[in-house]
């Protein structure tokens, strides 16, 4: 199974992920995961995309689809995966596209967590006052101000998608502010419900086919050859037919011309 989570900052993307994992046995691809281990790993690589992140802003399409794409590749990602916080754009979903074909696999789903803004920074103000609390160490872009542009970003750069996946018919719409369990549900029966994907690339042609659909250059064919044979020969026989009937016709009728052109003889 291969699904993508699509939803704002805070709407719960990260815990229904968790659950799918446990459930199906399948690998969360979490890019801000994966970013963030690249920022704590302090590469050069990774003091640039912190830089972004503290900003609020999104990482270059090019660093993400290098992770992602990388991450794909591995052996625990073959049975199936999770996608969280990625495509993030309509051209890294397209990227994803091709990535995706390119190792013969396609999307079963699209799981779209729906939000209310305003509530939503209410929930993300409470979970950083509870994290606090208990003395745990806050993200950088844990902070109303961070997530008011990181919500700005989403509506101009990653709602998009949500049209994109609905043309592509993949695209399952859940009630994010619903608890926990309630959305957890939900995705189970719209999963149920959502038809098996099929792969991207059309599947190899057999050799025997491609063998009768080409042409056999130099060669004959002997069915067309046995055809126009016989065409041949049923055309000669009309024709033939036609002129003798043609012949009969032209014989009778100079037959009764000349009966009538000769004079009665007299009696004496």
Request: aromatic share 2%.
């Given at each position: ?94 990227a994803l596209d091709g990535m995706l074909a390119k190792h013969g696999i396609a999307l079963d789903a699209v799981i779209e ?156």
């Amino acid at each position: 199974m291969r699904l993508i989570l699509l939803g704002p900052p805070g709407a719960g993307k990260g815990t229904q992920a968790q659950q799918l994992v446990a459930k199906y046995g399948i690998v969360q691809l979490s890019t801000g995961d994966m970013l963030r281990a690249a920022v704590k790993a302090d590469t050069p690589l990774g003091r640039e995309v912190g830089d972004v992140m503290a900003r609020g802003a999104l990482c270059p399409d090019d660093i993400v689809v290098s992770i992602v794409e990388q991450r794909i590749e591995q052996p625990d990602a073959k049975k199936g995966f999770i996608l969280d916080g990625f495509p993030r754009t309509v051209p890294q979903a397209e990227a994803l596209d091709g990535m995706l074909a390119k190792h013969g696999i396609a999307l079963d789903a699209v799981i779209e967590l729906k939000v209310d803004e305003t509530a939503l920074i209410r929930r993300i103000e409470s979970r950083i006052a509870a994290m606090q609390a208990r003395g745990e160490a806050l993200r950088p872009d844990d902070n109303p101000d961070v997530l008011h542009r990181r919500l700005v970003a989403y509506r101009e750069q990653t709602a998009p998608l949500i049209a994109y996946y609905r043309r592509h018919g993949v695209l399952r719409s859940v009630d994010g502010m619903a608890p926990i369990e309630e959305v957890a549900a939900h995705i189970e029966t719209v999963l149920a419900a959502a038809p098996a994907a099929k792969a991207a690339p059309a599947p190899a042609r057999s050799k025997a086919v491609t063998a009768r659909s080409k042409p056999q250059i130099g060669k004959k064919s002997k069915t067309p050859a046995k055809a126009r044979s016989t065409a041949r020969s049923t055309s000669a026989a009309r024709r033939k037919t036609a002129v003798a009937a043609r012949k009969r016709v032209t014989g009778k009728a100079k037959i009764k011309a000349k009966s009538r052109a000769k004079p009665a003889k007299r009696r004496r």
